[in-house]
């Protein structure tokens, strides 16, 4: 048992806002300010939601599980709060367009999305675990934190559990590369993310 990783409990979620806007300022959500991110945080504390904790401070975080309850979580996170996302938008000018692009894509998905069976989402590949989120601290990095976290999740998984997948971007072959040395294969490209997927031998 790695006594260093815990479950995230709710009065460490300002540390992991911050962390998040540190590890992930070239990313959406990064842009916000942190009490937005603080709060989209909030809506995964049911989640494996993983921290990694060293003389009192975080180094490093991973949010993971089933797709669908994941996704269920962000619906539920943007449905109640448009007044602190219209804000935090407005605070954050560098995402103005890309913010209306989304809204105006989530208005059509509701056409898009009609006839689409549960489930039939090619990314969730041959399972419906993913990891959703992972950050470990600059001065933490090539530590060996991701890959204790990564571990710990996988470890937690059910024995059921035959696979399980992540999305990184393109343009960053560190990740790639740390995710190939965790065994990690390629699933497919869609835009500018690559989708990589890890088979379990239980």
């Not at 401070?57 to 669908?68: K, Q, S």
């Not at 449905?79 to 989304?102: C, D, K, M, V």
């Not at 393109?170 to 890890?198: T, V």
Request: positive net charge; aromatic residues 12%.
């Amino acid at each position: 048992m790695n006594e260093k990783i815990c479950r995230v409990s709710r009065n460490l979620l300002r540390e992991i806002a911050e962390l998040h806007k540190e590890c992930f300022a070239d990313h959406f959500l990064g842009n916000y300010p942190v009490f937005v991110i603080k709060r989209f945080y909030s809506y995964f504390l049911d989640a494996p939601f993983l921290v990694f904790r060293e003389n009192g401070h975080i180094h490093g975080f991973l949010l993971g599980g089933d797709i669908r309850d994941l996704a269920g979580h962000k619906k539920r996170f943007i449905s109640e709060n448009i007044p602190l996302l219209l804000l935090g938008t407005l605070l954050s000018p560098r995402i103005w367009l890309e913010a209306f692009s989304r809204l105006f894509s989530m208005g059509l998905s509701g056409f898009r999305d009609k006839g689409k069976k549960q489930g039939e989402d090619s990314a969730q590949a041959d399972s419906g675990i993913c990891i959703l989120s992972i950050a470990v601290s600059p001065q933490m990095r090539g530590s060996g934190t991701a890959r204790e976290l990564v571990d710990f999740f996988e470890e937690s998984l059910d024995p059921s559990v035959s696979a399980y997948w992540l999305a990184v971007k393109k343009d960053n072959p560190r990740a790639i590369h740390f995710y190939e040395k965790q065994g990690f294969g390629y699933y497919k490209e869609e835009g500018d993310l690559l989708y990589m997927i890890k088979k379990l031998s239980r």
